[in-house]
């Protein structure tokens, strides 16, 4: 069973469509969040929900909005994409307080904007 | 601003060879630091660190963390051309809902 899973792996489009990834995580944890892998593989943090409830927000251009329907999803919206959009995007899940394991990880969507 | 910072940035090594992979941090109010190896792939959790000189070992790989220094070290003994991956550090910090920040990360490529 796939803990953290996210579609779709590989996404290419043209600048200016909107696209959304979708994250499902079946752990149970009450965490969940974005992060962007430059091409330099530097992964940082968009944003983070905890039960549904926006905690994390990093100054990410408002063209990306995250939704979380309920706690095992959260879905990543992007607007009027741009060629700098281009990355990795993992989805990731964790339960603070039971951190035993860390982070879990999606398989990363490469989204490739031409 | 928090920062983690992973040296060397990349390394060549022999398989058999012994490598000791670094990472420090600056960081508000630090809870646990955590080590993951990314292939193609998702990254996947190595070990977590939230004391102060106990080390923890997993097979070839063992970790450690100097709080005093603010900093971890990674070794991995009798390298495996399967040890050739991204190797990311990453901190758990802040108050109130945890934050993570990961380092740069130090690629690593063991040739035959």
């Known amino acids: 069973d796939t803990a953290v899973s996210q579609t779709p792996k590989y996404l290419v489009t043209q600048m200016g469509n909107d696209k959304s990834i979708k994250c499902e995580q079946n752990?149970?944890?009450?965490?969940m969040y974005w992060y962007k892998q430059d091409s330099k593989k530097f992964l940082k943090i968009m944003f983070s929900y905890n039960n549904k409830e926006l905690i994390i927000n990093e100054t990410v251009p408002n063209r990306f909005s995250p939704k979380s329907p309920d706690k095992a999803h959260l879905n990543l919206h992007i607007n009027s994409l741009e060629l700098g959009d281009s990355a990795v995007y993992f989805c990731?899940?964790?339960?603070?307080?039971?951190?035993?394991?860390?982070?879990?990880f999606g398989s990363g969507t490469r989204l490739t904007v031409v | 601003e928090d920062k983690v910072v992973q040296s060397p940035l990349s390394l060549v090594v022999h398989e058999g060879d012994t490598v000791t992979l670094n990472c420090s941090y600056e960081?508000?109010?630090?809870?646990?630091l955590l080590w993951y190896k990314q292939e193609k792939k998702a990254p996947t959790f190595l070990f977590m660190l939230?004391?102060?000189?106990i080390e923890k070992k997993s097979g070839r790989l063992s970790s450690i963390l100097d709080k005093k220094e603010l900093s971890s070290i990674l070794n991995i003994t009798a390298t495996q051309t399967g040890d050739s991956a991204i190797y990311l550090c990453a901190v758990i910090h802040s108050g109130g809902y945890q934050k993570v920040t990961f380092g740069t990360g130090t690629k690593l490529q063991v040739i035959p």
């Open positions: 960081v508000t109010n630090f809870r646990s």
């Open positions: 990731a899940s964790s339960q603070p307080g039971h951190g035993s394991y860390g982070y879990t």
């Open positions: 939230t004391s102060s000189g």
């Open positions: 752990l149970g944890h009450d965490t």
